[in-house]
């Protein structure tokens, strides 16, 4: 079963406008970490945000911020006043807190910002 | 170096031919990766090493593909009798160990990659 779901495979938004990009995890554990990594065109993956599954508050970073619904166990990335640089493929990943830890990742969403 | 090394960064080779990419992590990166890339696709996980655990080798898609990592240093992945399906960049990721039940900013980084090509 898939552990990271990216719902939306491809996205066009306008530049200047705020972005969701859709993260859902599947989990039993108690203590889990998410990740969003950013790939560009050159294909180097660029760590974005962490959200921590003890965390009290939204991780947030710059323009980045994640809106991290624990029940409902998702863990949307949002981008303010998005950027053409912004366009990209973007990953969602999980590690779980038991000894099975490895970092996986969900399938991707790409973003085309449109000027 | 400062950042995880992978070489080659470009790879082609005939079928039928065994391939060695190799993988330099982070000093102290107790963590290392190897994912698997296709064009315009997710990561796909193959094997992750931690620490003096047995690794996790449960994404490799066949027997002719085999990892081995040095105590917490240098990992090589082998492809033997390369087929065109394994063309792909192989993406090799260290991070620091998850430091018990609570896991803190324990984020994989990258390398740039290897492209493999099979002719």
């Known amino acids: 079963a898939q552990k990271i779901t990216q719902t939306q495979p491809g996205m066009f938004v306008q530049e200047k406008e705020a972005v969701t990009l859709d993260c859902t995890y599947d989990t039993s554990d108690q203590s889990y970490g998410l990740f969003w990594y950013k790939q560009p065109s050159s294909g180097e993956m660029i760590f974005l945000i962490y959200q921590g599954s003890y965390d009290e508050q939204n991780a947030t970073e710059g323009r980045y911020s994640l809106n991290f619904q624990k029940a409902r166990k998702s863990a949307n990335l949002v981008i303010s006043a998005s950027q053409l640089g912004d366009s990209a493929m973007y990953f969602c990943a999980m590690r779980e807190g038991t000894r099975d830890d490895k970092i996986i990742f969900g399938k991707g969403t790409r973003l085309h910002i449109l000027p | 170096g400062a950042g995880v090394s992978q070489s080659p960064s470009n790879k082609v080779t005939e079928k039928g031919k065994d391939v060695e990419l190799r993988c330099d992590p982070i000093?102290?990166?107790?963590?290392l990766y190897w994912y698997r890339q296709r064009l315009g696709q997710g990561l796909e996980f193959l094997i992750y090493f931690q620490g003096n655990s047995a690794p996790d080798k449960s994404g490799l898609p066949s027997d002719r593909f085999s990892a081995e990592r040095t105590g917490e240093s240098v990992s090589t992945l082998t492809i033997q009798r390369t087929q065109q399906e394994d063309s792909a960049v192989y993406l090799c990721?260290?991070?620091?160990?998850?430091?018990?039940?609570?896991?803190?900013?324990?984020?994989?980084?990258f390398g740039q990659g290897t492209r493999l090509t099979v002719v």
């Open positions: 990721a260290s991070s620091r160990s998850r430091g018990g039940a609570v896991i803190r900013n324990t984020e994989a980084f």
């Open positions: 000093s102290g990166h107790t963590a």
